[in-house]
């Protein structure tokens, strides 16, 4: 049996080893290595290159947006601004209190709806409710006023009534009594101032009263006839019971009268200027001459009597007019202060109901209404108080001002120029690369 050492071992697999590797290098052919990656979307990466110009940036041009007088500038033209810095202030005050109110107006919106949606306190509706018990009061107190008016109306026209009865009555006595007079002032004027043959042949008619006579004996005709109008008038005016054709009708009545007192006055003034004739008596003729003149006194006393009654008619009239005019008058006040005293009643119960009832959607809404109204007109306000500021939209140097402290500003005219602070390229791109751009690239 052979022996092998340690060494001897060692040494064959070295070399088995080194020709298991000879033998791979020359006859195994190796495998390839492979790398997996994943697909996904993504931008692909392209550059253009074009030659341009460094130009600075437009300039800009400032304008308030409100007129208003220039208050403050806190800047000269050459300085360097930063964004939002202020360039120019006008004055801010009127603004300032205009903002004021309407946040005021704004508050006193918000606490309305607050109260309103927690309901009246108990004292309110103790207030409300007392308001309702002295309007149904009033209302009682017109409706009383309203009913003593209304019977002091008819007491009115009762009392008038009355006295117009009376007057009318006296009236047409006195008419009554002139018709007397009348009748006898015609019949003496028939018997004593005339002779049978309607002649003055009992008289010595003076010079002066001569074409006088021939008036009166030439009329007589005319006042006989008169006279049997007057009768006729009397008894129309005995059957009138319309006061408006009482008044027509004696009128008429106290014309035909007048007539016969005309006459009659005209032979007194005759028969006491001339004397009596050869073939009459001194005794007759003083006669005749004095009951002409009972005649025209007593006619004439009843002419006076008749137109104090016709006063006394005017008279009674107007008072009638008046009373009733007062007492309709207060009528239609009672009635005009019961409507009133009936709408505050009304009004009175609208409002305790209002207190008493919760908040309505309705009225939920006219309050929010309200609300953003005045928030409008303060958002309003902060943005003209707002707006009277004007700041650099962006850095740059303050190129011109054209607005100086004091003077007013307006839309249309420039208070301040703005010279940019930073630059730009401007490089003409060719058609083959202007696709390969897009907004926001850098550069």
Request: glycine share 4%; net charge negative; aromatic share 4%.
């Amino acid at each position: 049996m052979r022996h092998f050492s340690s060494r001897t071992i060692i040494v064959a697999a070295v070399a088995l080893i080194a020709g298991v590797f000879a033998y791979r290098a020359a006859f195994v052919k190796p495998q390839p290595t492979v790398q997996t990656i994943e697909v996904r979307r993504g931008a692909v990466s392209q550059e253009v290159s074009e030659t341009g110009e460094v130009v600075a940036s437009d300039d800009l041009n400032l304008f308030f947006k409100n007129v208003g007088r220039v208050a403050h500038v806190p800047v000269r033209e050459g300085d360097i601004v930063t964004v939002g810095q202020t360039l120019m202030q006008q004055a801010t005050g009127e603004l300032e209190a205009q903002l004021r109110s309407a946040l005021s107006a704004l508050t006193s919106a918000q606490a309305k709806f607050a109260q309103a949606s927690a309901g009246a306190s108990m004292e309110e509706v103790h207030v409300a409710e007392t308001a309702v018990q002295n309007a149904k009061a009033r209302v009682a107190a017109a409706e009383q006023a309203q009913t003593d008016a209304q019977a002091a109306l008819a007491d009115t026209i009762g009392s008038n009534e009355t006295a117009m009865a009376k007057t009318y009555g006296d009236y047409k006595a006195a008419l009554e009594t002139l018709f007397v007079k009348a009748s006898a002032g015609y019949y003496s004027l028939k018997n004593d101032a005339l002779d049978a043959n309607e002649r003055m042949s009992f008289v010595s008619v003076s010079e002066t009263q001569l074409a006088s006579a021939r008036q009166l004996i030439d009329d007589f005709p005319s006042v006989k006839a008169n006279y049997t109008l007057l009768e006729s008038d009397l008894a129309v005016l005995r059957g009138l019971q319309d006061r408006v054709q009482i008044d027509d009708r004696a009128i008429v009545f106290i014309s035909h009268a007048r007539i016969i007192r005309d006459s009659l006055q005209r032979a007194d003034s005759i028969l006491q200027a001339s004397t009596s004739a050869s073939t009459t008596s001194q005794t007759a003729y003083d006669t005749r001459k004095a009951n002409v003149r009972i005649a025209l006194t007593d006619l004439n006393t009843a002419f006076n009597a008749a137109d104090a009654q016709t006063f006394a008619v005017a008279s009674a009239k107007t008072a009638k007019t008046t009373a009733l005019t007062a007492a309709q008058t207060a009528v239609n006040n009672a009635a005009k202060s019961l409507d009133t005293a009936r709408l505050d009643a009304q009004s009175a119960g609208q409002e305790l109901a209002f207190k008493t009832a919760p908040l309505r959607e309705v009225d939920k809404n006219v309050y929010r209404a309200a609300i953003a109204s005045a928030e409008a007109e303060a958002e309003l306000a902060r943005q003209r108080l707002a707006e009277a500021s004007l700041a650099a939209p962006k850095a740059g140097i303050v190129g011109s001002i054209d607005i100086n402290v004091g003077e007013m500003a307006t839309p249309s005219v420039r208070a301040v120029s703005l010279i940019s602070a930073t630059y730009q390229v401007e490089a003409k791109i060719s058609e083959l690369d202007i696709g390969k751009m897009a907004a926001g690239m850098p550069v």
